[in-house]
């Protein structure tokens, strides 16, 4: 009788489970269906919502799955969609203005400026951008004033003070728990792993951090001087004092133009569309308002393409992701774009803070390839910093933006070391071997001298390595490369000074740049890598349903954004392996 329970038991969990993924099944291809079908209407007489709340990286991917066509998407949220739609908003009657509301922006600096110089550029159409907020952040008070009018809740502030770096160190809670990071690094800037090494900041990190925050900070307030229409001096003593934090100081130090209600902002908003006090004004929401254009092409008759590569999050190798770069996804989308015909030229969308010095070398080959068939052009974007600058270094023109964190060129190598902590709980280890180095490196045995040397000498390889593909790529020597490299980290502006990139300027002007080397007048972009897709990730994103939330998402639940993203850096370094070639911090502006 218990076997046939057994039994029964076990067909009806099949059926359930057969049904349940029927269920899906239907449930994501009437959810793929329907977003292609769903047009949404844009009225006349309309003002853009710049909802930047769902926009965090450059390019939100293109995904296929071999299987099921279907599942296949393209999904328009990235950065460079927004800007693509802002620029046809220019252009388009239905569209009156763009309202700036939503300040939940986790866009980086460089991100900002060129949303920035995009809002300016609508504004020349003589069409109105006007902000709300009630608190302003920094961040967000740097895309924020390029409106013509900025509203601010009567009892909000600006969080208006100047920039800051935090850097986290390690050294004693090591000593504490007897986990040990073993270094190895080349380059007296490298101070990606100098929290395993101090407890305190070195000079030489000091001193590139204050050139850094000084810089971005000069790029910064230039652009908001300019807007506002405030002095730089009188900028800088506005952040000393802190004199946007309250109302009546902003608007005192026109920080602000008016406060007010967000009904009293909406209000101004009906006057300049010349609608009733009673009516409500047509607005879409700026995703909407991009799928609901044709934004793909610059010219939709052109005949020839230009592909945009990105390659955007940490450098780690193999399959890659939207947010990780691996060689695989690199090397496929130069192969897609060589063997195509329309394709006259590359671009390549950097921004990343590097990573895998192995992967990142594979992917600068693919570069040096691609560019003797066609011209390779690379934008940078917050980051390209040493893996993201080594992939980029050979590329026949570099922009960047002035905020852009570039340079790192340096390499390290991290190895954990349990020694310590395996004699406190008791376990002990003992090896035999053949030869003097079969063992290798034990993360329960103290690193030997003769093992760190040898690792030293893998380092130092890799660094003479990285500085002669820059040196070839940038047509410089190798003294004159090593002299700014070491490990340093620049900024677009001063890496602009150093030689390390060509021009200022967002992907726009890359794109323009790579028409002139492939001499082409009227192009179509076309966009890479595509992803596959499985069923963990389709349900990771079906909204409305608890089971399809990842790991991630309930801890952020759990911790909250910033606490989130400070485990997630620990747990980055900690889980380093084999030498890397990554920037040496994290900066976020607020």
């Not at 951008?129 to 390029?146: C, K, P, R, T």
């Not at 070195?202 to 652009?223: C, F, H, V, Y």
């Not at 400070?566 to 380093?576: A, C, G, K, T, Y």
Request: charged fraction near 25%; aromatic fraction near 8%.
């Amino acid at each position: 009788m218990q076997f046939l329970k057994n039994v029964l038991a076990t067909l009806v969990g099949l059926f359930l489970f057969c049904f349940l993924f029927f269920i899906i099944i239907v449930l994501i291809g009437v959810a793929a269906g329907g977003s292609d079908k769903d047009t949404v209407q844009v009225k006349d007489n309309s003002v853009i919502e710049l909802d930047l709340s769902k926009v965090t990286e450059d390019y939100s991917g293109s995904f296929y799955n071999d299987k099921y066509s279907f599942l296949n998407s393209e999904p328009k949220e990235g950065l460079t969609d927004v800007l693509k739609a802002i620029k046809a908003a220019k252009d388009d009657k239905r569209i009156k203005g763009i309202s700036i509301t939503n300040n939940m922006s986790m866009l980086g600096i460089a991100q900002m400026k060129s949303l920035r110089d995009q809002l300016e550029d609508f504004k020349t159409s003589k069409k109105f951008v006007v902000a709300y907020a009630d608190n302003y952040s920094q961040s967000d008070y740097y895309l924020n004033s390029v409106a013509d009018t900025l509203y601010l809740n009567p009892i909000g502030e600006v969080d208006f003070k100047g920039l800051s770096s935090e850097v986290m160190f390690f050294k004693d809670l090591q000593e504490k728990t007897g986990i040990k990071m073993e270094v190895i690094r080349h380059g007296k800037y490298k101070s990606a792993v100098e929290p395993f090494l101090a407890n305190e900041m070195s000079p030489e990190n000091r001193e590139q951090i204050t050139s850094m925050l000084n810089s971005i900070w000069g790029s910064i307030a230039k652009d908001i001087s300019k807007s506002r229409k405030i002095s730089l001096d009188s900028l800088n003593s506005i952040a000393e004092n802190l004199n946007g934090r309250t109302p009546e100081l902003a608007k005192q130090h026109n920080l602000v133009d008016k406060i007010g209600y967000e009904d009293e902002y909406k209000s101004g908003i009906k006057k300049a569309l010349k609608v009733k006090k009673d009516e409500d004004y047509n607005s879409v929401d700026i995703l909407d308002y991009v799928t609901a254009t044709s934004l793909n092409d610059v010219f939709p008759d052109a005949k020839d393409d230009i592909a945009i590569i990105y390659a955007q999050g940490e450098i780690t190798g193999g399959e890659g992701s939207l947010t990780s770069i691996g060689e695989d996804p690199m090397r496929e989308s130069f192969k897609a774009a060589l063997e195509d015909d329309r394709v006259k030229a590359i671009v390549l969308r950097v921004n990343s803070p590097g990573g895998s010095a192995l992967t990142s070398e594979l992917i600068w080959r693919e570069v040096e390839l691609a560019k003797k068939k066609k011209p390779v052009v690379v934008s940078m974007g917050n980051y390209a910093a040493s893996g993201g600058y080594y992939i980029s270094c050979g590329a026949n023109r570099i922009f960047a933006e002035p905020g852009t964190i570039t340079g790192s060129i340096g390499v390290f190598g991290v190895l954990p070391n349990l020694n310590e902590l395996s004699g406190r709980v008791g376990i002990h280890t003992e090896q035999v071997r053949t030869h003097s180095n079969a063992s290798g490196y034990s993360v329960f045995t103290p690193l030997q001298p003769a093992t760190r040397e040898i690792i030293q000498q893998s380092v130092e390889k890799i660094y003479s390595t990285f500085v002669n593909r820059v040196a070839a790529g940038r047509k410089m020597s190798f003294e004159q490369v090593d002299a700014i490299a070491q490990g340093r980290v620049w900024t677009g502006a001063e890496a602009l000074e150093k030689g390390l990139v060509d021009e200022l300027g967002g992907l726009d002007d890359a794109v323009k740049y790579a028409a002139k080397l492939a001499k082409i007048k009227t192009y179509r972009t076309v966009d890479f890598p595509e992803y596959e897709i499985n069923f963990e990730k389709i349900l990771a994103n079906l909204t409305g349903m608890p089971f399809a939330k990842t790991k991630e998402d309930f801890i952020k639940e759990e911790v909250g954004e910033q606490n989130y993203q400070m485990i997630e850096r620990i747990r980055r370094v900690s889980q380093l392996r084999g030498v890397q070639a990554i920037m040496p911090y994290e900066i976020t502006i607020r």
